[in-house]
């Protein structure tokens, strides 16, 4: 009796052993499998930026703001109007202007109209702002940025791909609005502001489209 209880232990004892060795072999083949396939979609998604000119579509792109008070987020978007990106070797130039008179506030018509007042940006007197690209590198688009006849340098943390088709551009960048005169609040320019300080700084984030039109 002792024997055959003995037997049927150890072929229950073998029987596991089999059984987490299979399931260890699947395990890493699915481990692989998901590697390899993963490897794979990384590669694939890998495409480098195709040498040409393409020009902006408007309708298809998106620019979004930011700014905050002590106590307020606000945000927003701006319609680009134009726009031409080229592409040769790698290196990324050209322009994009800004719709301002475009300008909308989340928060509804009073900041949206305030913001076009002489306050901000004056639009019936600036109604565009313009952006020309210079120098793209290791992901970081640098240029000079044009509001209100005022050129700054802006830099912007920006990934560009193309697939032979369209372009398409998102990124970000922050800037001083005090840098072009936008001084309505502003606690490191107007003293005694206080509590109703808006801060400098100004976010912007693009999604940008763009097709092309000539081949280099």
Do not use: C
Not at 117 to 133: E, L
Request: net charge negative; charged share 20%.
């Amino acid at each position: 009796m002792k024997k055959i209880i003995f037997v049927i232990i150890f072929i229950a004892a073998l029987a596991v052993t089999f059984y987490l060795i299979l399931g260890h072999e699947k395990i890493t083949r699915f481990q692989d499998s998901s590697r390899s396939a993963l490897e794979e979609s990384q590669t694939t998604a890998l495409v480098p930026l195709s040498d040409g000119i393409y020009t902006l579509a408007a309708d298809e792109s998106e620019i979004s703001w930011g700014a905050r008070s002590l106590f307020l987020q606000e945000k927003g978007l701006i319609n680009p109007s134009t726009g031409v990106i080229e592409i040769n070797n790698g290196n990324v130039s050209g322009f994009l202007t800004l719709d301002m008179a475009s300008i909308v506030a989340e928060s509804g018509d009073v900041l949206t109209d305030h913001l076009k007042s002489v306050d901000f940006f004056n639009v019936d007197i600036f109604p565009q702002a313009r952006f020309d690209a210079k120098e793209y590198t290791e992901g970081r688009l640098k240029g000079d940025l044009t509001i209100k006849n005022v050129t700054q340098p802006v830099t912007f943390n920006l990934d560009v791909l193309t697939t032979g088709g369209p372009l398409v551009a998102k990124g970000s960048a922050s800037i001083d609005r005090t840098s072009w005169g936008i001084n309505f609040l502003s606690e490191s320019v107007l003293a005694g502001v206080g509590d109703k300080a808006i801060k400098d700084t100004i976010t912007f984030d693009v999604h940008l489209v763009a097709y092309p039109t000539v081949s280099i």
